[in-house]
């Protein structure tokens, strides 16, 4: 994972407890329906944050249920509300989030995308009046399991400097698409189009970490290694200089207006993410075993290719992550005491028991939990 943060007290670091994933589902459920979730939901939503810390991702998983408890007492996220397909013309879909979990309503574009893209060889769908949908990477993955090739991208609210400029204008805009991969699973890239992802910058600074030079500035522009100067007013920086911020543009442009969201900056922007998913049938295009095989063969092509200056190995687009998920399946899923405190200072006053960490449950109870 990028290097983004300096300090020693990270998000994996030797003080941090470790939960099974199981354990930190029941509490992210648990937490979700004691602010007023219905059980379905909150299994749903709170199973999604999990998986975006098993696969590594801590900044999309469960730190957001402080930000998602703000969200809820502001009015900004209706926890009963359900998402509804709109209108569905052949391979468009049209899905309102209706300001419930942006997650419920991106898996149920997901399970659309899957029909429709069957039967018509290309589906898209938009999600209007939709909250967070977290990382996009879960999305694609499910469609690249189907065959399809995934793409996802979605704008957020304002906290990135376009190219040349000091103040927030874009979202952090993540983009992400994924393949089907042969018999290693799908190949899969996700990122904001921001330098560093926005949660990402909340994790340092509930450790209260610096980060590396380049990803944020202050209130007056100039370059910043400390969080603090971003919520006090500075912005994000794009990634790759004009590059991201031409593609972020674009999301905005596609996120926000093919959606009815709106732009992030413009007047009347309600917040959440105007979210498009597209699918490809593979199979519409060329014969998916041929495809899939192909696409191992790429696979060993590129890890063969020979060492360059860069550290560790070439590595394919979400290999990253299916390692984390290897490791934190074995070891459990380490959440910083940091984040920890911020999490109970909201759910300890509504009444959820704290979870688990694994060391404490081997004491008290025998083994850990076993690794799937
Ligand atoms: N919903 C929102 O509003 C929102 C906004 C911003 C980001 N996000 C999510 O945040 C998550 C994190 O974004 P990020 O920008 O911090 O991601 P990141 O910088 O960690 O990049 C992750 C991507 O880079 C790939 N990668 C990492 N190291 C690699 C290597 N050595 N070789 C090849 N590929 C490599 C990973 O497999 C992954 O696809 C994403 O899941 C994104 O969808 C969501």
Known sequence: MTKFSEGTATSEGPVSPRFG??????????????????????????????????????????????????????????????????RQQRGTVVIDGNWGFG????????????????????????????????????????????GLAGLAFCNSGPAVAPFGGAGRALGTNPFAWASPGGPDGPIVADFST???????????????????????????????????????????????????????????????????????????YAGGNGTVLIAMDVGAFVTLDRYQDEAARFREELVTVGRGAAPGPVLLPGEVEARAKLERLHNGIPVSLGVLDGIYGVTDPLGVPQPTPLAARADATGPKEPTR
Request: with cysteine.
């Open 21 to 86: 994933r199981d354990e930190l589902a029941r509490f992210a459920a648990a937490s979700l329906t004691a602010l007023g979730a219905p059980a379905q939901t909150a299994a749903a939503v709170g199973a999604s944050l999990v998986l975006s810390n098993l696969v590594g991702h801590d900044s999309h998983g469960i730190i957001r249920l402080v930000q998602y408890s703000e969200w809820i007492a502001d009015g900004q996220i209706r926890p009963t509300a359900s998402p509804t397909v709109r």
């Open 103 to 146: 997650q419920l309503a991106a898996q149920m574009a997901v399970d659309v995308l899957i029909a429709a893209a069957a039967e018509n060889g290309v589906a898209a769908v938009t999600i209007g009046q939709c909250n967070h949908v977290g990382r996009l990477g879960e999305y694609v993955t499910a469609l690249a399991d189907h």
């Open 194 to 268: 921001a330098a560093v992802a926005e949660g990402k910058l909340k994790l340092a600074f509930a450790d209260g970490l610096k980060v590396a030079e380049g990803l944020i500035v202050d209130s007056s522009g100039q370059p910043s290694k400390d969080p603090g100067d971003f919520y006090a007013g500075g912005a994000l920086l794009t990634f790759g200089g004009h590059k991201g911020s031409a593609m972020s543009v674009l999301i905005e442009l596609l996120g926000g207006l093919l959606t009815g969201m709106g732009t992030s900056c413009s007047p009347g």
